[in-house]
């Protein structure tokens, strides 16, 4: 592979953040080297199914007349350096996926530490204010069978007929819409 094709290729990973669209275009490219190699091995398979290992000279030492060792040559030839640049490729896309991985699991793990950080203050507020958190939705509807209606580790503070009840909600697929199975709405204040 090239200096240019590698930058064209694979530039934008190296230079900083890769994209899913930066990985895409690798595949793009990965894919082209493939056809490229089967087209190559296709040739070979056209000049008496000589592949990349059958000798090229008869039992004498001559050429062999059969088949034209141009073409098996160069087709030989061709294969060896897609594969260079299929491996080289292949590299990028390892790289960039695991660049790719590693800043999903960064941003996870920043935004469980800020939601963390949220709880932990809003829990001071609350012990030092003493008044309960001011609502901001109402629950209109909870779906049968859904991961509200077991109500597990969300906490969550409702009040149902006047008396607060804590539930913990966990946020997961079930077999009906959403990730709750109840129906949130916003408070008319």
Known sequence: MSDEEARQSGGSSQAGVVTVSDVQELMRRKE????QIKANYDVLESQKGIGMNEP???CEGYPRSDVDLYQVRTARHNIICLQNDHKAVMKQVEEALHQLHARDKEKQAR???EAHKEA???KLGQSESQGPPRAF???NSISPGSPASIAKPLNVTVIRRGEKHQLRLVPTRWAGK???GC???PLQR
Request: proline share 0%.
């Open 56 to 58: 090229l000279v008869d």
């Open 137 to 139: 939705a109402k629950v």
């Open 178 to 180: 959403g990730l709750l």
């Open 32 to 35: 082209e080297i493939e056809a």
């Open 120 to 122: 932990m203050s809003r």
């Open 183 to 185: 129906n949130i709405i």
């Open 111 to 113: 935004d469980m530490a």
